[in-house]
């Protein structure tokens, strides 16, 4: 495997990154092993995100990587259009397995993003095959993110992911965001205010007349603009008006999936169970691409109510990938083996603590914490929004840990593997950083 420098940077155009600034000060990994990265310069990095918040079984999981190894050798691609291969059925059923069976059906993909346009168009194709072909509108909430295809961004929230890239799915509309500092600052968990703005739901119902809305798509917690903890309350009223008025609830679960919240899934933790939910990520520990929709059963059994023939027109190459399906395999096993939600649980309050210990410090405005999560917001640099927390990013990596940073928002989701030395390592240097930040 070649560890040295490459020899020139210019060909890759790196996504959601700045190009120009990270070619002139690069920030190169060649190996992972547990809680550490080690960069080109052979220093190793204590891993505070999970990769990118994919990696819940630690780095090159031994299990994992003979799985992997051993399923490209004997069955390197199999289509899955009118073909199939035992490992994409053998999942399917395991995952319906470590979801409790509270889901009857699994779509593959290979990514979040494809999870959350597939889970979009399940949707609204439901509703066709119910004889409500005009509920179309899809209901996202602003701040969230969905991925970069054209329906996660129309129901994402973020305007610098929607601004260059207009017209987005016409018929969508946005619940407000649930992030309010001046009332829920530093919550540990779930904050206390904020429930009612799931209310506005009606709201947006009474807009455009129940008749026309197909779906509603949240994060549970959302990462990606800065670790937003649903209020107390919030998710369970959101299930009840949609339950009420016949509008699917759709939980992007790509980041809070496979144990992040030290349970399956977030649905587990907040006991609010949605029509559908998108996962990625953690589904193979990171190490090959997949995603995956889970469905109700009564959602696929409206498709199957079908004359015969193709019931979904949709799919990708890879949907079941056999070394993907494998990987994923082998993943569940590592969290049954190893009791990784177990382990996550009783590492919980020790994190908590830890990250709340930075209270106080320069620039700390909020402190947000729920499993093995936390963000940690700084005050902006007037008229430099993200500033601060970027070269806290920097600095944070020349130091030896990784942490990510949105907005001026330190997002921290570790491997569940992480124990309290690396829960030590990670806020001493961490508040070492933010001491000495500008
Ligand atoms: C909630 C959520 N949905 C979707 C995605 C997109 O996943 P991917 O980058 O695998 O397409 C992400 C990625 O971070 C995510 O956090």
């Known amino acids: 495997m070649n560890e040295s420098k490459p020899a020139s940077m210019s060909s890759f155009w790196m996504p959601f990154t700045n190009n120009r600034d990270f070619k002139a000060h690069p920030r190169l990994l060649v190996s992972a092993e547990g809680m550490y990265y080690r960069d080109v310069d052979g220093n190793q990095v204590l891993d505070g995100t999970a990769g990118l918040w994919c990696v819940p079984c630690g780095h090159a999981q031994p299990k994992i990587v003979s799985a992997v190894r051993e399923m490209v050798g004997q069955l390197d691609f199999a289509p899955t259009f009118q073909m199939g291969h035992p490992a994409a059925f053998e999942l399917a059923d395991r995952l319906m397995d470590y979801t409790s069976h509270k889901f009857g059906h699994v779509f593959y993909t290979n990514s979040g993003s494809e999870a959350v ?107 990606s603009t800065g670790v937003l903890i649903p209020p107390k309350g919030y998710l369970q009223r959101l299930r009840e008006l949609c339950t009420r008025h016949g509008i699917l609830l759709i939980f992007d679960e790509v980041i809070t999936g496979f144990g992040r919240l030290a349970t399956p899934f977030a649905f587990d933790y907040f006991d609010v169970e949605p029509d559908i939910v998108t996962c990625a990520k953690g589904l193979t520990n990171g190490t090959i691409p997949m995603g995956a929709v889970f469905t109700k059963r009564h959602i696929h059994d409206a498709f199957m109510d079908a004359p015969p023939g193709i019931e979904l027109f949709h799919g990708y190459t890879y949907s079941g990938h056999p070394v993907a399906c494998a990987a994923a395999l082998a993943t569940l096993e590592v969290f049954q083996e190893q009791d990784l939600i177990g382990q996550a649980a009783a590492m919980q309050e020790y994190w908590a603590d830890a990250v709340h210990s930075l209270k106080g410090l320069p620039h700390v405005i909020d402190i947000r914490t729920i499993g093995l999560i936390a963000g940690i917001e700084l005050a902006p640099i007037p008229g430099k929004p993200g500033a601060r927390a970027f070269s806290a990013f920097k600095q944070a990596f020349a130091d030896g840990i990784l942490i990510r940073t949105t907005g001026d928002t330190i997002a921290l989701s570790p491997p569940l593997v992480i124990e309290k030395k690396h829960v030590d390592e990670l806020f001493a240097k961490l508040a070492t950083v933010l001491k000495n930040l500008d």
């Open 117 to 223: 346009d597939t889970a979009l168009k399940i949707a609204l194709a439901y509703h066709r095959a119910q004889g409500e072909g005009q509920r179309t509108r899809l209901i996202g909430r602003e701040r969230g993110y969905h991925g970069v295809g054209f329906g996660g961004i129309s129901v994402g929230g973020i305007a610098t992911n929607r601004r260059n890239f207009g017209p987005m799915l016409p018929g969508v509309d946005h619940l407000p965001h649930t992030h309010d500092l001046e009332k829920n600052a530093f919550s540990r968990g779930e904050p206390e205010h904020g429930a009612n703005l799931a209310d506005e739901l009606e709201r947006i119902i009474a807009l455009h007349d129940v008749s026309t809305i197909a779906a509603v798509i949240v994060e549970p917690v959302a990462g």
